[in-house]
């Protein structure tokens, strides 16, 4: 249930700005955001969890009744799923890492006391939340204000936008890549490469991709914007070797009539041509138990997220708007940005969930407490949290999504590859260094840098919304430490059996 809530809540920190800027389509997103996610959880979820399995309590305490402290993590996954599913139902962005550091300090306090928590620890990912959005919104207004000024303030912006796309492709690849290496897969033991070849396969890669892009990437991108050949996004890959193409002149009547001149639709309902008596006909048709099963199922891709209100769309008016064919060429960077993004956050975020569990397991494994820290978490273990979170994000996800997408400012493509970007290398940076940042925090910070520095000032920031998570976020970590240390204290003061 706590990945579970993982998935609902923090997963539109990576495509809620790719959702709202038009880049991908809410469907889209969750496909593509559930294989990062997992991806990101399974191959790197490791040193942050190691973090939150012993580096918040002193497990030392629990050496002679080590059953106490798999009852300690019990209530902690209890208090953080409580609080941050009944955020996401109503659609609240809240940090699950606040709530998981609150739930098992609550936990330590309830059976030890205060001397239980090991407050350097706490002290040192409570500043680890400040500084990340400041980190965050910093790199991300420089990444924008650069690429405002060599490209998208000038006349010819779409030229200079496709000259220099590869460049863009070819360093955000060399970036990530090198912080993929550089943190490591658990079980592959990448990270062990020696700096220099780390570099060398970063550049590597980055230069084969900077090659695409310049001799196909580039060419399908100007034929399809300045030349409107209307192109598949597959013809990308091959886009040379794409003889020329037009629209077409004349629209085929494909619809088909009955003897009776009623319109026959693709499902053979008749129909009188309007659309009410089409729908009413599918109404009338009952539903099985499996399509109503799948239509709970995937409820929430149905859901449609880019509905503003006035207010909203009074503080979009005050952005800076630019060229739309030159934000279009943004858009796969975004849907790139915001791909390594997620990998980042399931790498982070997974640990929220499963450090606890790996305690549990370990201590039912071999009967005692593991003081060290050091034990290995299993990979069955990484996958579990991975899928789980993906199944909260295809169920439930939609909610927050629609919170954070254009609600803060106005995000454009340009706009969200800026923020995208500055928050995975803030992430993955601080992931490497063993602090659970939250990416709540780093991309609300993105977010709100942006929407400063995109011509407007203050007045292109919903701080109404901004108050809204902030609130959010002071109330997370009391509320999932109360549930838990309360929770925690009933269960073990309470009578047992002689």
Known sequence: MDSFGIGANDVSNSFGAAVGSGALNLKQAVFIASICEFLGAFLMGSSTADTIKGGLIDVALFKDQPELLMLAMVCSLVGSSTWVLFASSRGLPVSTTHAIVGAITGAGIAGFGL????????????????????????????????????????????????????????????????????????????????????IG????IALLVFLWCNFFLKVYLRRKLEDEEPLKWYHAFYVRFVSTRTHPTDLEDVSATDKDGKLVTETGIESDGSVNSGLAALEDKPLTFLQKLKKKAFHGLNQDIT?????????????????????????????LTACFASFAHGSNDVANAIGPLTTIYYVWKHGM?????????????????????????LTFGYRVMATLGNNICFVSPSRGFSLSLGTSLTVL??????????????????????????????KSVNWKVLGLIASSWIFTLPASGAVSGLLFALIINSPHKA
């Open 115 to 198: 001397g239980a928590v090991k407050w350097g620890g706490v002290g040192t990912i409570v500043i680890s939340w400040l500084i990340s959005p400041l980190i965050a919104g910093a790199v991300t207004a420089i990444i924008f204000l650069f690429t405002r000024f060599i490209i998208l303030k000038h006349k010819n912006s779409l030229d200079r936008g496709l000259t220099a796309l590869p460049y863009y492709f070819a360093v955000t690849i060399a970036i990530n890549v090198f912080y993929i290496i550089f943190k490591g897969s658990p079980g592959l033991s990448i990270s062990k490469l020696p700096i220099g070849g780390i």
């Open 429 to 458: 940076t601080c992931s490497k260094l063993g602090l659970p940042v939250s990416t709540t925090h780093c991309i609300t910070g993105a977010t709100t840098s942006v929407g400063l520095v995109s011509g407007g000032g203050i």
């Open 201 to 204: 396969i970063s550049f590597g």
């Open 307 to 335: 509905t503003t209100t006035e207010e909203v769309d009074n503080l979009h008016d005050k952005a800076t708007r630019y060229e739309p064919k030159t934000e279009q060429l943004f858009c796969t960077l975004q849907v």
């Open 369 to 393: 407490v593991d003081i060290s820290g050091s034990a290995p978490i299993p990979a069955w273990i990484l996958a579990y949290g991975g899928i789980a979170i993906d199944i909260g994000l």
